[in-house]
Nanobody, 125 residues
Framework: QVQLVESGGGSVQAGGSLRLSCAAS????????MGWFRQVPGKEREFVTA????????DYDDSVKGRFTISRDNAKNTMYLQMNSLKPEDTAVYYC??????????????????WGQGTQVTVSS
């Protein structure tokens, strides 16, 4: 089992920035692809971004490309999401997720095995 705990959510005005963190425990963090997803009420959870085990490869949904940056620190068992130029449509609960991979450079948008409890991000216009 991998336990994931998100933090850093909050309320911000449009154009502002937030930095989310996802702290992992339970297994060897560097063996897992990590991702961020988000969900608004009444809609399905959607992919935001993912990062490979060592951090060399990243993938972004077009809606956040150029504004969000995913990173990880395997020594600290933590993943980050830097969100800049936030828009009201970024408002959602953000979840971090982990998926085991035997392949170091592999990257995928899903499915993921382990999930955090989510953190709310609210962007006002």
């Amino acid at each position: 089992q991998v336990q994931l705990v998100e933090s850093g959510g909050g309320s911000v005005q449009a154009g502002g920035s937030l930095r989310l963190s996802c702290a992992a425990s339970g297994r060897t963090f560097s063996n897992y692809i990590m991702g961020w997803f988000r969900q608004v009420p009444g809609k399905e959870r959607e992919f935001v971004t993912a990062i490979s085990r060592g951090g060399a490869r990243t993938d972004y949904d077009d809606s956040v490309k150029g504004r969000f940056t995913i990173s990880r620190d395997n020594a600290k068992n933590t993943m980050y999401l830097q969100m800049n130029s936030l828009k009201p449509e970024d408002t959602a609960v953000y979840y971090c997720a982990a998926r085991y991979s035997a392949i170091y450079y592999y990257l995928t948008r899903g499915p993921y095995e382990f999930w955090g409890q989510g953190t709310q991000v609210t962007v006002s216009s």
